[in-house]
């Protein structure tokens, strides 16, 4: 299943550094006023997880997470869910949710904010994968007779 552009921004975003969304605020010009419908709350989510490709979920255990939705121009509504209990990051995400859904920020933002935090995921994504293969440790078995 691939994800819409929408999944895939509110991912990058929830995932984001908070200080890398409150400079992409700073460069907003003119700042934008938004309303909350959803105040910043946080809360727990029920974690799962599959093992040995069965698909049988299991509950791994509860995770902090913090949501909020806004409304931006009184038509364009934002939500977001990030981890952890940081509300400035959930109502920040939540705007730039909005704001990408409005055609004339769409463009600019996808330009200056999603593609630098896609570029920093990915070089995340690289260096853990260079950790783990550090720690990769390959068996092999002889069979008898040989």
Known sequence: MTQTSRQR??????EAEAQ????????????????????PETGMVMVQGKA????????????????????VMEQVQGYAMVPGSDPDHARLAALFDALLQIPAFHDPLMTTLIRTLET???????????DV??????????????
């Open 120 to 130: 920093k995921a990915d070089q995340q994504r690289q260096a853990l994968a260079g």
């Open 9 to 14: 921004w509110m991912q990058l975003l929830a």
């Open 20 to 39: 890398d969304l409150h400079s992409a605020f700073d460069r907003l010009d003119p700042k934008i006023p938004s309303t909350f419908l959803i105040k």
């Open 52 to 71: 040995d490709g069965t698909d049988t979920p299991f509950c791994i255990g509860e995770m902090t997470v913090t949501r909020c939705m806004v409304q």
């Open 133 to 146: 293969a550090d720690t990769t440790v390959e068996f092999f078995t002889l069979t008898r007779g040989e």
